[in-house]
């Protein structure tokens, strides 16, 4: 045998000059090998041993036995996009077992790789899908960090943090490819060797499904069926194909992307009205249903599809009144053409309000999860005017078609649109559906003589909630009617709507939602009362919300995580589907300025009226402000006020000590006061109640070192009119605050030093813990009467077992519910017409 067969187990470290032999023994080894081919065939290993004798870099038998098969020469564009792929498959690795920091290092060798080589004739697609998959990656990544109980390490997270502003960076550089790959991503890259697109050759065989994915939208194929045969979409085979993608929607594997697009061709191909009323009505859920996740929220581009084929699915109703789609009817038999005589209405199933409360739900989940202060998020408020034409169209088409239930619903929709805004802005909304809107549209509810004003369209739509709407729909449209009033400075109306409701009594009944419009209206009532200059009235409008600790979750603004309370995952993941979105937001700090500017005016005359008693200084007024004014007592340095609590406590100091200019000034000079309409006039009621709160303060504190008092010095010392002082100090005689009488002849205040006896002061004490007592009983009580009447409710319902005593309480709740009902509707309709009343003498205009 010839010496390059030799066993492989020759060693490696063999002389050079073995290796290098003459021509002749070349040639007779050549000939050698040609004629003994099959017996190297079938000895591979001696093959590879002696072949081991001409490669001085052969490192193992392993490498050795490689080089049997065929070499493959690469060209250097080859190999980049090798390399470009192995990074891609190592990411789609790291990818798998959350690895952050493999993930960065592999991203930034391949950035380099496509700066590097790719830089000047294009970006590959496969580098523009990884960056769009690690974008979506990293977004569920972070959800899923917000929602997780235990985080994960100080590595990772900097990895992760790292990686959120790089792709963050790089998607911002390649928009325009990114968006166009997720509108189509399983188009492939167009192959042009002229226009020097990038061309990849690899000896790696696609897989046969990839292939024939990529076939189907590739330009010259054409989609085939069974037994090859093309697909194709008429009118004739509409309902067929439309059966078969209903029938397949739910199921696992579908493909809803694909089951979009050809509900998109059957709309094109759609002859009749019926036809295309039948696929957008199954059209438009496909959209919805297309992210199913309710963290997520829908794609903008299929948004604004998804409302214009609303739009168009109501142009269609419009135009042909013999269609009418609503809930209560039967599914159709058979899928042909219905027979419409002249006169009939022919019902289709479906539900056109659920479509809009849809559509507005997946735009506020947009807007909660854009960044507020970006252009993003002022772009995708600008679609709101066209979401609000639709709502109106919709309230339109079920008014028209008496559907009662459904308009209560969008007029809710509406309504929820405009009760926060101002009036210019609703005056502006207005115009601007009215001039897209078709001019044969016209709505009996709000015509457009009531458009014009937006208290009187607040007013219509509440009515109509009020005399026709549920229960929920009621109490919602009384919150919002109460939120519009105090908005516009109708203190007084606001209270008495809110103190009639009894909304208050039951509202801890009430689902969350409710809940916190409840909690806005409280804080909106609390301002529009400060804005009045009535500090009481305001204080306790308030004093629910701030004086609890949570005000961003009591208002759905942002969670608030509290110390040594933990909340479970889900409750988490509630609790941010509630927020509400940042353009609906109330101020939190103005808020917070008002309730302690309030609390000042009020507390510190307390403590000044409580002296050195320490019963009468247990009485807290609002005890936020007692633990910071305390807190900053406590202080051994305080220096000049930052922020707004700074300026609150050192003006509250001031006051305590009778330096009332002091105390004005550090009030007017918080910012935060020109946020508010007519800054300047606030101003000037707060330096007025100042001044008349530092008299009362003065008076507390000082009533016991003196016998008489001038009222015109007091007049002199706070600058106060002399009627205003006398006003004050006659308010105080008469609620028994300060033990005087007024002597009216001399112009003096007369003091009478009176001391309560022992007896005196505990019978006081006594009397008022009674008070508290009965009254925190009373609530226990009705609270305990609610429960209970529950239990017993759902005890009884248990215990009947026949059909006789079933259908006996049927008929006793019936009948206990409708007069319930009727009361409650007889309320609301004396309520409407009185506030009607008062909108038409224009009471309502300040």
């Known amino acids: 045998m010839s010496r390059f067969f030799r066993g492989g187990s020759d060693s490696e470290t063999d002389d050079d000059d073995e290796i290098i032999s003459s021509n002749e023994e070349e040639e007779s ?3 050698h090998i040609s004629s003994s081919e099959d017996e190297a065939t079938s000895k591979p290993a001696a093959g590879a041993g002696g072949r081991s004798k001409f490669l001085k870099d052969a490192v193992s038998d392993s490498d050795e036995s490689d080089l049997d098969e065929k070499r493959e020469v690469k060209s250097a564009k080859d190999k980049k996009l090798d390399a470009l792929e192995s990074s891609v498959k190592t990411i789609e690795n790291a990818k798998k077992i959350n690895d952050w920091v493999a993930i960065q290092n592999e991203f930034e060798k391949l950035n380099k790789i496509v700066s590097k080589s790719f830089g000047s004739i294009g970006m590959p697609r496969v580098y523009i899908k990884t960056i769009a998959s690690l974008e979506d990656f990293l977004n569920e990544a972070l959800q899923k960090e917000k929602e997780a109980k235990k985080k994960i390490n100080a590595t990772q997270a900097k990895a992760l943090n790292s990686m959120k502003n790089k792709i963050k960076k790089i998607v911002r550089q390649f928009e325009d490819e990114v968006e166009k790959w997720r509108q189509n991503p399983v188009e492939t890259e167009e192959e042009d060797n002229e226009d020097g697109d ?13 292939q024939s994915t990529d076939a189907l939208d590739d330009e010259g194929f054409e989609q085939v069926g069974k037994g090859n045969r093309p697909i194709e979409y008429t009118s004739d085979n509409l309902f067929k194909k439309l059966r078969e993608i209903l029938e397949a ?25 019926y036809q295309q009323v039948r696929v957008l009505l199954a059209l438009i859920p496909a959209q919805f249903d297309y992210n199913p996740s309710m963290s997520n929220y829908m794609n903008v581009d299929m948004w604004k599809s998804t409302q214009k084929e609303i739009n168009q699915l109501l142009t269609i109703l419009e135009s042909t009144p013999s269609f009418m789609i609503h809930d209560h009817v039967e599914e159709e038999e058979e899928d042909k053409e219905p027979v419409i005589e002249p006169g009939q209405t022919f019902g289709i199933r479906g539900s056109i309000v659920s479509f809009i409360d849809r ?41 028209q078609n008496d559907l009662n239930e459904s308009t209560s619903r969008v007029v809710m929709r509406r309504l929820e649109h405009l009760y926060y805004k101002p009036d210019q802005v609703i005056q502006t909304v207005e115009n601007t559906v009215s001039q897209s809107l078709p001019s044969n549209l016209k709505s009996s509810i709000t015509p457009p003589a009531i458009t014009q004003d937006s208290s009187d369209l607040i007013h219509a739509l509440c009515v109509y909630l009020y005399k026709k709407g549920e229960s929920l729909l009621r109490t919602r449209a009384m919150l919002c009617h109460i939120y519009h009033h105090a908005l516009h400075n109708r203190f007084y109306i606001a209270r008495d709507m809110l103190l009639m409701s009894h909304l208050q009594d039951n509202i801890q009944l009430s689902d969350v939602g409710t809940q916190i419009l409840h909690n806005r209206t409280m804080v909106q009532v609390g301002l529009c009362a400060f804005r009045e200059g009535m500090i009481k009235e305001s204080q306790s409008c308030l004093q629910e919300i701030c004086g609890t600790g949570r005000v961003k979750e009591l208002l759905a603004q942002g969670l608030q995580l509290q110390k040594y309370s933990q909340l479970p995952p889900e409750q988490e993941k509630l609790d941010r589907q509630r927020q509400l979105p940042f353009h609906m937001h109330i101020n939190l700090e103005l808020l917070e300025c008002a309730y302690l500017t309030c609390s000042m005016l009020l507390e510190i005359p307390a403590m000044a009226a409580a002296g050195s008693n320490p019963e009468a200084r247990k009485k807290v007024i609002s005890k936020p402000f007692r633990r910071m004014l305390d807190y900053n007592e406590r202080q051994v340095f305080s220096g ?11 003006a509250a100091k001031a006051l305590a000590a009778g330096e009332w200019q002091k105390c004005q000034e550090l009030i ?3 910012k935060i006061w020109d946020l508010m309409p007519e800054t300047q006039k606030i101003k000037e009621m707060l330096n007025r109640k100042i001044q008349e709160e530092g008299l009362r303060t003065y008076l507390f504190t000082y009533s016991s070192y003196y016998t008489t008092l001038g009222l015109e010095q007091l007049s002199t010392m706070f600058s106060l009119p002399i009627n205003t002082v006398t006003s004050i100090v006659s308010k105080m005689i008469w609620n028994e605050e300060l033990a005087a009488s007024l002597d009216q002849i001399n112009n003096v205040v007369v003091l009478h030093r009176v001391e309560h006896t022992k007896v005196q002061q505990l019978a006081l004490m006594f009397a008022e813990k009674a008070t508290s007592f009965v009254e925190a009983n009373e609530r226990t009580l009705e609270q305990k009467q609610a429960v209970g009447q529950n239990q017993r409710d759902q005890h009884r319902q248990k215990g009947q077992t026949s059909q006789q005593q079933n259908t006996e309480k049927r008929t006793m709740y019936q009948k206990r519910d409708g007069q319930q009902q009727r009361g409650r509707n007889n309320f609301n309709n004396v309520l409407g017409n009185s506030v009607r009343g008062r909108t038409q003498q224009n009471r309502y205009r300040s």
């Open 29 to 31: 080894e050549d000939d």
């Open 198 to 210: 990038i061309e990849k050759s690899s000896p790696i065989e696609k897989d046969d499904s990839l």
């Open 249 to 273: 929607r739910g199921k696992k594997n579908t493909d809803r992307l694909e089951q979009i697009k050809i509900l998109q061709k059957l709309l094109g191909v759609a002859a009749t009205s």
């Open 359 to 399: 559509l507005d739900d997946e735009f506020t989940k947009s807007l909660q999860n854009i960044d507020p202060h970006t252009t993003d998020y002022v772009d995708r408020l600008k679609d709101e005017t066209e979401l609000y034409a639709t709502i109106v169209r919709g309230q339109i088409y079920f008014e």
């Open 640 to 650: 000049p006020p930052e922020n707004t609590r700074d300026h609150i406590m050192g």
């Open 668 to 670: 007017s000079a918080i």
